[in-house]
């Protein structure tokens, strides 16, 4: 049998070029993920939150900072405590696969969620959480100092799938709590979404572009730039190493 020494045949080069492509494509959705969390980082930090009557007329990107308040569809409960929230974080955390007993990993975190109102003294708008990025803060809590009562109920609630975890986290936006917000304002056509007597004509949405801090602006843009880093390098990683195999065809 004689082998070429040609290079590799027909069939090679096309495996090669769809290979090349698919690796290129891979790397510019990377870099483009890389811009836009730079554009995020540079209009979180950078820029002060709007007035929300000023979000609501310009409409478009906008970032509010208020306090939040219950709509229409009210409140969920809390997972682990006797509390309501308008968003509610569970998670379930173990020792880490590694078996270092000092860090603790999320096994099982689901979220729960209901339209809500930011107020900012200029006006309200109404935000829906579905999907959002979510920077919510919570306490670690041992499986002691969890609301029994409260728990069971996430349990049927949720479905979720624990073992004896060795603790829990909740994390809460509760009605009353100061929140930021960044999303796109949108009107709602004329929806009664009400978070008390009067309608509410504009709301903040955007599934996972959508952000919703107690942490801060600082903090959000402080995640959104380390993904941005992340994005760069392995998205310049893949673009380059697609340009090489497509380059080996010419």
């Known amino acids: 049998m004689v082998l070429s020494a040609n290079g590799p045949g027909l069939g090679g080069q096309l495996v090669l070029g769809v290979v090349g492509a698919i690796v290129l494509l891979i790397g510019l959705i ?3 993920g890389a811009w836009r969390n ?4 540079r209009r979180i930090v950078g820029d002060d939150a709007d007035p929300i009557d000023i979000a609501a007329v310009s409409g478009g990107p906008s970032a509010v900072e208020g306090t939040a308040r219950r709509a229409a569809d009210g409140t969920v409960p809390a997972p682990f405590s006797d509390e309501d929230a308008v968003i509610a974080v569970g998670e379930t955390l173990n020792p880490s696969p590694s078996g270092e007993t000092q860090s603790l990993t ?3 975190r689901v979220v729960e969620s209901v339209p809500f109102v930011v107020e900012d003294g200029t006006g309200s708008i109404l935000v829906e959480p579905t999907d959002a990025t979510l920077h919510l803060e919570g306490p670690k809590l041992d499986p002691a ?5 409260a728990r069971d109920a996430w349990l049927g609630r949720t479905e979720a799938d624990i073992d004896s975890p060795t603790a829990y986290r909740q994390r809460l936006l509760t009605p009353g709590e100061d929140v930021y917000v960044f999303g796109e304002a949108v009107a709602t056509d004329g929806m009664a979404a009400t978070g008390g007597e009067r309608a509410i004509d504009w709301r903040l949405t955007g599934g996972d572009d959508l952000m919703v801090s107690t942490e801060g602006r600082g903090l959000m843009g402080g995640s959104n730039l380390l993904a941005a880093i992340v994005f760069l390098v392995f998205g310049g990683m893949f673009t380059l190493m697609g340009i090489i195999f497509l380059s080996g065809l010419l």
């Open 30 to 32: 990377m870099l483009r």
């Open 38 to 41: 730079l554009g995020l980082v």
């Open 145 to 149: 100092d969890v609301d029994d009562p």
């Open 106 to 108: 999320t096994d099982e």
